[in-house]
């Protein structure tokens, strides 16, 4: 069932954002997939520990510490191996992700997709762009040698929009942000600007540190924090401009970025797997199985490391003259 009230689908509607308190409950949703994460750094760290790579397997460590360490030993963050999706190019047969069952129940969490028919209306699909963002302690993190950027940091001003191809412009794609850990702002929660969502979609540049909205179509209003705590859910529209903060804190900010969007519109990203997440009308549409879901995404890496035309995801190019 729906379940926002008419004053929270306002605030969604006026100011392009919304955050509700408490939404997914810490101890039965959110502490059963740090548990398989836990699981994913314990392999990570045995095959680099195997490889010579780093010295110990850091088992004794809690998770947060003990990532850090991998990280930083192996001067690598290893994002990929983590992910619940794939990366846009150089897709390989063993490329990593893990697509775990804790995941999949979070994807389709009743409590998160009753918050989601309240937007997107009673046929749900879920939107393959999705991720999750493990963001060390900045001043931790392992830089880019070329760029000498943090391997994973802050992330510049963007709409959702701008990140998938123009055959999503006409549907709405709602993003649904929440975090696994607390994340104030010390720790790199997001940033918006209230109500930018209503001046369509910016131009975005391809910078080193990601795609970001050019400087000279940045809003010139103050942007609002939004501190948040395990738990709360943060909805944005596809057009909102945002933005993460640099991770000054001590711990990991462990968060997942999901898409929703009406079924049978275009997801913006054909080549990655999507699914029914919830479909009032054709209930036995609904995906329930996470081993078919999971098996969805290792068919798309076979194909995709086969391809040898790489189709693009984002409708920007280098030269762009704003961009200069
Ligand atoms: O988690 C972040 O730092 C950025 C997330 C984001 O841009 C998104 O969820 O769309
Ligand atoms: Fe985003």
């Not at 994460?37 to 809690?62: F, K, M």
């Not at 009032?280 to 879901?293: G, N, S, V």
Request: negative net charge; aromatic residues 8%; proline residues 9%.
């Amino acid at each position: 069932m729906p379940s926002l009230n008419p004053t929270q689908l306002e605030q969604f509607h006026r100011q392009g954002y919304l955050v509700v308190e408490g939404l997914l409950d810490v101890e039965t949703v959110i502490a059963p997939v740090m548990r398989e994460y836990e699981g994913v750094l314990d392999r990570l760290a045995a095959e680099l520990h195997a490889d010579g790579t780093i010295a110990s397997t850091y088992r004794d460590l809690p998770f947060q510490e003990r990532l850090t360490r991998v990280y930083q030993e192996s001067d690598k963050v290893h994002a990929q191996y983590f992910d619940f999706s794939l990366p846009q190019g150089n897709v390989q047969p063993d490329t990593p992700f893990w697509a775990g069952p804790a995941v999949f129940q979070t994807l389709i969490n009743e409590a998160l997709l009753d918050a989601v028919e309240s937007i997107v209306g009673p046929e749900i699909y879920s939107n393959p762009v999705q991720h999750i963002r493990l963001k060390p302690p900045e001043r931790l993190t392992p830089v880019n040698a070329d760029t000498g950027l943090p391997q994973v940091g802050i992330t510049p001003w963007h709409q959702d929009n701008g990140v998938v191809l123009p055959e999503a412009d006409d549907g709405e794609i709602l993003t649904v942000w929440f975090s696994l850990t607390d994340a104030l702002a010390e720790h790199g929660c997001l940033q918006v600007f209230p109500r930018s969502h209503q001046h369509g979609l910016l131009h975005h540049c391809r910078r080193p540190i990601g795609l970001s909205v050019a400087e000279p179509q940045l809003p010139s209003q103050d942007p609002v924090v939004l501190p948040m705590k395990a738990g709360d859910v943060l909805f944005l529209t596809q057009l909102t401009c945002h933005s993460s903060l640099s991770n000054v804190s001590d711990t990991v900010r462990c968060s997942f970025d999901l898409r929703y969007q009406p079924t049978g519109k275009p997801t913006g990203r054909p080549a990655f797997p999507g699914f029914v997440a919830r479909s009032r009308r054709q209930p036995a549409t609904e995906l329930r199985d996470p081993a078919q879901w999971e098996q969805m995404w290792r068919d798309t890496r076979d194909r995709m490391a086969q391809e040898e035309y790489k189709a693009p995801f984002n409708r920007w190019s280098v030269d762009d003259a704003v961009c200069a």
